[in-house]
């Protein structure tokens, strides 16, 4: 089995843009061209102490039951945007302008990168099925809410498996009321039941 590998990169058109935008519209500081590069080689090596032989997408691949042909890059940049798995990006600083902590930065990565395996419509068709049960399931709950049913209980299911319950704890916060919403759902039901749901429509 070919497991994928995430790279690091720094997306310096992107930040330059974003940087110059802040400063032509006094939206407040922003990080210094030098303290993004230096995030990056700092995640690289948090990255690559914690996937060590790959257990991060290994326990991915276990839990969804879904791989990637292809390998993932994530572009990091300096504020003002969400991190986002479509196109892969995140940046160092949340709206507020407080830098990511390291466990900030394992939860966001491991999120968006799960948006990817539970999104994958092209090499798994089942995945499609699945998403218009949700709608009709969930229809009373938002899109938002709708799409981090799954990403939460596959989340919560990889990071109990690469720490311990106590310390699992420690990084799932949501702060955005769907996904609060979204996260409520899974603790109700079991992130078992909800993978088990995803996993019987894939072919």
Not at 92 to 116: L, Q, Y
Not at 163 to 190: C, L, M, W
């Amino acid at each position: 089995m070919i497991i994928p590998k995430l790279h690091f990169k720094y997306a310096f058109p992107f930040d330059r843009n974003r940087r110059q935008l802040f400063s032509d519209k006094n939206l407040g500081p922003y990080p210094s061209i030098e303290e993004v590069e230096n995030k990056v080689c700092e995640w690289r090596d948090i990255w690559e102490n914690l996937n060590a032989e790959d257990k991060v997408f290994k326990s991915i691949i276990e839990v969804t039951g879904v791989n990637l042909p292809r390998d993932l890059e994530m572009c990091i940049f300096g504020a003002g945007m969400s991190a986002m798995s479509s196109p892969l990006m995140m940046p160092i600083a949340d709206r507020d302008g407080k830098f990511f902590t390291d466990d900030k930065f394992i939860e966001t990565t491991i999120h968006e990168v799960v948006h990817r395996f539970v999104g994958d419509y092209e090499n798994n068709s089942g995945i499609e099925n699945y998403w218009e049960a949700i709608r009709k399931e969930y229809s009373g709950e938002s899109i938002l809410t709708q799409n981090h049913i799954i990403i939460y209980a596959v989340l919560d299911a990889v990071l109990m498996e690469l720490f311990s319950k106590g310390r699992t704890e420690d990084f799932i916060h949501p702060k955005h009321p769907d996904y609060q919403r979204a996260f409520v759902i899974v603790s109700e039901n079991g992130s078992g039941k909800l993978i088990k749901q995803f996993r019987m429509y894939l072919k």
